[in-house]
């Protein structure tokens, strides 16, 4: 008789070791698919205008996945480019999340494909859902673990294909949303750079104003054709996210021990333009410290922040002992902001080269 046999790859531990680390970003990279989708093209699907797009979202185009792409192969292509940037190989990653309502399949997990792709032989791999707030979520998850000793190194993407997830024939919502992924990796490092806050909350009660049901849903709770649909409450949805971005983004600031005038730079979720204007006029932030890119890529929902961060960074708007805020919305409800301080400490820049080489077979 053959027994089949697995051999279990060797996966990180928790050590368990001091409560007081940080984890600092020491790697960002991401994904766009080619295509790109104008308001000039939607105009052709459904009954709608640039005008009429520009005017109440502030989007001009979106980008598409093609036939070969999905959440995970943009996961890993952002994952790869970031732990380039980061100087680790795969196999220094004890964790990776991938936050994502998107995925390719319900099971396995996102996160776990992405192991798979990158070589990530002793990561934790898992995956977030919290909608547009699932960055967030991912990234204050990710820190707790390098803060708390037990991982030092972590990737955490924003990853979405949620154009699959459309209705083309809905103009509410066709219109709004558009592909893309955004990685940050995280080292753990003693001085105090990294998340400095979060503020992470839910309101289910919000549920029923934007879902999308899946196939384990009650049979009688799907439309009629058997084909379940994105459900947004647009304008409800609207009113939630100004209240919730601006609250989340104050408690945020004040509870890294900080005041406006201290923050840097503002990195809101890129869902409406008029959302984000609102939201930087109650909080008397300028225009000039706050990054919109959604006239360009729509709403990519949990990959907005990382891409918005990462452009960020490479148009040289993110220095050294920079305060960033990011702070986003999103079905649930949930909402999600935090305070990032940016910078990497010599230590960990000793560190990675070492790892790297090692993993390459480097003396
Ligand atoms: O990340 C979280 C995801 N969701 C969001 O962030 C969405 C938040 N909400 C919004 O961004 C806005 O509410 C929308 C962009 C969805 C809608 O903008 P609005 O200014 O709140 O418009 P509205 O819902 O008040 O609709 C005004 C009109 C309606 O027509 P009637 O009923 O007044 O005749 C809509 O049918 O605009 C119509 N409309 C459109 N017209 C042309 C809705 N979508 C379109 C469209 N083209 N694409």
């Not at 984000?276 to 932030?285: D, V």
Request: proline share 4%.
């Amino acid at each position: 008789m053959v027994y089949f046999t697995w051999s279990y790859p060797r996966e990180s531990r928790g050590k368990g070791q001091s409560l007081n680390n940080h984890a600092c970003v020491t790697g960002w990279g991401t994904y766009l698919p080619e295509r790109i989708l104008t308001n000039s093209e939607m105009e052709q699907l459904v009954d709608t205008s640039d005008a009429w797009i520009v005017e109440h979202t502030g989007i001009s185009q979106r980008r598409v996945v093609a036939d070969h792409e999905t959440t995970s192969t943009m996961a890993v292509e952002a994952g790869r480019k970031a732990l380039d940037e980061a100087g680790l190989a795969a196999e220094d990653l004890d964790l990776i999340i991938i936050a994502t309502v998107s995925p390719d399949n319900y099971y396995p997990s996102c996160a776990c494909q992405v192991q798979d792709s990158l070589g990530a032989k002793k990561a934790a791999a898992f995956d977030i859902g919290a909608g547009c707030s699932g960055f967030l979520y991912a990234l204050s998850t990710a820190s707790q673990f390098l803060a708390t000793g037990a991982y030092r190194n972590a990737l955490v993407v924003g990853s979405e294909a949620f154009t699959r997830t459309l209705n083309w024939e809905d103009r509410n919502t066709c219109v709004l949303f558009g592909d893309g992924a955004g990685a940050l990796v995280l080292q753990s490092c003693q001085e105090p750079y990294g998340v400095r806050s979060f503020i992470l909350g839910s309101d289910g009660s919000g549920g029923k104003l934007l879902y999308l049901r899946n196939l384990c849903a009650r049979p009688g709770d799907w439309p009629a054709d058997g084909k379940p649909r994105m459900y947004m409450d647009g304008p409800k949805v609207f009113k939630f996210a100004v209240g919730a971005m601006t609250d989340t983004a104050r408690r945020a600031i004040e509870q890294a021990g900080l005041t406006q005038s201290d923050i840097d730079l503002f990195i809101p979720h890129q869902a409406n333009l008029r959302i984000i204007n609102s939201t930087i006029r109650f909080l008397r932030l300028p225009e000039d410290k706050v990054v919109v890119n959604i006239g360009r890529f729509g709403n990519t929902v949990s990959a907005s922040i990382p891409i918005a961060l990462c452009e960020a960074i490479q148009e040289g708007r993110v220095k050294d002992g920079d305060h960033l805020v990011l702070v986003s919305f999103g079905t649930g409800f949930t909402w999600a902001g935090l305070v990032l301080r940016w910078g990497v400490p010599a230590e960990i820049g000793k560190r990675a080269f070492s790892q790297a080489g090692a993993a390459r077979g480097e003396a």
